[in-house]
């Protein structure tokens, strides 16, 4: 059985913030769900506060239910598990700790997960949701934790990609590329992550997702860091 055979019998929890947020790690996950991995993305608010860039003019619950609608699509394309939505407000994450930790701690018992992904220090973006749950999982859920980031030279290769788009996008936090401990290589992915983003259609319109392709062509890696050796040796013997 070569590796692209291989099929692996655990399970992993990727944790985010929004719908949507699973963009930033879409390869990854894709990666491990075709080596036959549990990935159960887990969305700690629906996106109640955020903006419609669709032109429907949603807001609220209404735009929430439409976010969790487009998560599902996205989540499916990259062959993930159901998506599990905790619908906890919008931008107030650090005000629901407790609750969301006891949340995640009755997921954590029922799922087993060896991996719980989520982001890095500073949120990539800098949100404060972001920012939130990496300081959740860092503290009450250290085991098991790893995370995904944005490398400094990532950074600047989808800062140029926007440009080619008259897009003014940088990363705000983006990580240097020492601190990288994985540097996975998606490339065979690429149209699964390029769709699936697409399927946000209220975050995301089609001058985005021109970027976005642009971006995903000229750099096919995703980062992860953090991670202990066992889960090192989890990731390299499931993705290599």
Do not use: C
Request: aromatic share 8%; glycine share 6%.
């Amino acid at each position: 059985m070569n590796k692209t055979e291989a099929v692996f019998s655990f399970s992993v929890i990727a944790l985010f913030a929004h719908p949507d947020d699973e963009t930033w790690i879409s390869g990854t996950l894709a990666t491990l769900a075709a080596r036959g991995v549990q990935v159960t993305p887990v969305y700690v608010t629906s996106g109640d506060a955020g903006s419609d860039h669709s032109g429907q003019g949603l807001t609220g619950v209404e735009l929430a239910s439409v976010r969790e609608s487009e998560a599902r699509q996205a989540t499916a394309i990259l062959g993930l598990n159901s998506p599990i939505f905790l619908r906890f407000p919008d931008g107030k994450i650090i005000q629901y700790e407790q609750e969301v930790k006891g949340k995640l701690t009755t997921l954590v018992k029922k799922n087993s997960p060896k991996i719980m992904l989520t982001f890095a220090r500073g949120g990539i973006t800098d949100n404060r949701d972001h920012k939130a749950l990496n300081a959740l999982v860092s503290e009450h859920f250290s085991t098991l934790a790893a995370y995904f980031a944005v490398s400094q030279s990532q950074a600047e290769i989808l800062a140029l990609s926007a440009s080619k788009f008259d897009l003014n996008y940088r990363i705000a936090r983006p990580v240097a590329d020492a601190d990288i401990s994985i540097k996975l290589d998606v490339a065979g992915y690429q149209a699964q992550r390029v769709r699936a983003m697409a399927s946000h259609k209220t975050q995301f319109p089609p001058v985005m997702i021109q970027a976005y392709q642009d971006y995903a062509e000229a750099s096919p890696r995703e980062a992860l860091m953090g991670m202990s050796e066992s889960q090192f040796i989890i990731f390299q013997t499931t993705l290599d």
